[in-house]
């Protein structure tokens, strides 16, 4: 199975993107990824499969939301308040089981990511 991430795009610092990624798998976590430049791929957020437990990357806690939306099999990392530092590409994943958490290890589905860039 090919998960496949939209929404990426060039925004200005402080604006917002909100990213897609479909097919979700309704029975597991979903998570979010994202890999800079030079740097290695690193956990931003996932959801639970009951859509009730989210986690997030410090950095990003009060500015991103991530939901998931199981009718459509669609996950979705809102964005707002975006930095810089938030340039990455971003790849969602499928975990291992339905309550997935940080490591990049308990995900075994991957997107080809979508590219954000944010300007200064």
Known sequence: VQLQAFGGGLVQAGGSL???CAPSFTTRAM???RQ???KEREFVATINWRNIITL???SVKGRFTISRDNAR???YLQMNSLKPEDT???FCAAGRSGDSGRSRYEYNYWGQGTLVTVSS
Do not use: C, E, H, M
Request: cysteine-free; hydrophobic content about 40%.
């Open 18 to 20: 909100r990213l897609s």
């Open 31 to 33: 998570g979010w990824f």
């Open 36 to 38: 800079a430049p030079g």
């Open 56 to 58: 997030y990357k410090d």
């Open 73 to 75: 099999n669609t996950v």
């Open 88 to 90: 990455a590409i971003y």
